[in-house]
């Protein structure tokens, strides 16, 4: 059952979800459900943007991979501004691009988050570039990527290792990693905050999309 209101418009709080646990083959735009790190009795469910190997960037709401724009799907949502002329006022109004496409108010203007991503110069709607690893693939780690990749490689890839370990050395990936987003672009916690999601926290995709 969704428990937020992160998917919307594409899923409701309190819809039900059918998963299929069968398939390991992931691909992007997929709607995953996958365990939470940090509370394992609970599961999240986002929609997978980035895939491993792939450079992903964030420009101004719109989503770059490898350099190249991805188009909007329908439901995604962001929040927009507009002059309500009943009460003369400026307001906020969260809506689809499929709304916004068949609205009569053409003074939507979308909001550009300037809400910071801790331990970087990045924001929601301003992200990366960044690099999602996969299997077999390594970087060196340094002091510019240190806090993007620690920790997946120090809790979920070697947790015998220790920062001094990894630091101005080359890693190689363990397993693949994803890159996921909510629908509500403004109202989700996701892969902006919380980082790449191994391959093994996933536990299927819903079935109905």
């Not at 991979?65 to 309500?84: A, E, G, M, R």
């Not at 009943?86 to 068949?102: D, F, G, Y």
């Amino acid at each position: 059952m969704v428990s937020s209101k992160s998917m919307q418009n594409t899923l409701y709080v309190n819809d039900l979800v059918f998963i299929n646990k069968v398939t390991a083959n992931f691909k992007r735009n997929d709607i995953i459900i996958f365990l939470n790190s940090s509370n394992k009795k609970t599961d999240i469910i986002k929609r997978i943007i980035g895939l491993p190997n792939d450079v992903l960037q964030i420009k101004n709401t719109k989503i770059y991979i490898n350099d190249k724009v991805i188009n909007d799907l329908p439901n995604l949502t962001f929040d927009y501004t507009f002059f309500d002329t009943i009460s003369n006022l400026n307001m906020i109004k969260n809506i689809s691009n499929l709304e916004l496409k068949n609205s009569k108010n053409f003074n939507f203007k979308k909001i550009i988050s300037k809400q910071k991503i801790k331990n970087t110069n990045w924001t929601l709607d301003n992200f990366g570039p960044i690099w999602i690893p996969k299997k077999g693939k390594s970087i060196v780690i340094n002091k510019n990527n240190y806090n993007i990749y620690k920790s997946i490689i120090l809790n979920i890839e070697s947790k015998n290792l220790d920062s001094i370990d990894i630091l101005n050395k080359q890693y190689f990936f363990k397993q693949n990693y994803y890159f996921v987003l909510g629908d509500n672009r403004h109202h989700s916690r996701d892969s902006r905050y919380y980082g790449f999601i191994s391959e093994n926290q996933i536990q299927g995709k819903t079935i109905l999309q």
